[in-house]
Nanobody
Framework: QVQLVESGGGLVQAGASLRLSCAAS????????MAWFRQAPGKERVFVAL???????NYADSVKGRFTISRDNAKNTVYLQMNSLKPEDTAVYYC??????????????????WGQGTQVTVSS
């Protein structure tokens, strides 16, 4: 059984930075693609970023150049460094572990384990 626990969310002003953490237990974060999704109020959950077993990364266009996903295998933790935050980044952020590889990495159905989420609020 895999457990994912996110932390690091909070309330910040536009332009600030935050680093989210996703601590995993049960399986190594290096044994599968790990991703971050987010869900804003009243909207669907959307893909943010992912890191593969070989450390390739992929980002949503809306966060490219501002967010960085990384992994610390020794700590079994995945991170999302978020810089130059904007009010439109306000959402609950979820960490997920990919369990299916049909090619649609941006769809939540590809992921079989999820954390409980951490709230990020960016004020203008």
């Amino acid at each position: 059984q895999v457990q994912l626990v996110e932390s690091g969310g909070g309330l910040v002003q536009a332009g600030a930075s935050l680093r989210l953490s996703c601590a995993a237990s049960g399986r190594s974060v290096s044994s599968a693609t790990m991703a971050w999704f987010r869900q804003a109020p009243g909207k669907e959950r959307v893909f943010v970023a992912l890191i593969t077993q070989v450390s390739s990364t992929n980002y949503a266009d809306s966060v490219k150049g501002r967010f960085t996903i990384s992994r610390d295998n020794a700590k079994n933790t995945v991170y999302l460094q978020m810089n130059s935050l904007k009010p439109e980044d306000t959402a609950v952020y979820y960490c997920a572990r990919r369990g299916r590889y049909s090619g649609r990495f941006y769809e939540g159905t590809e992921y079989d384990y999820w954390g409980q989420g951490t709230q990020v609020t960016v004020s203008s």
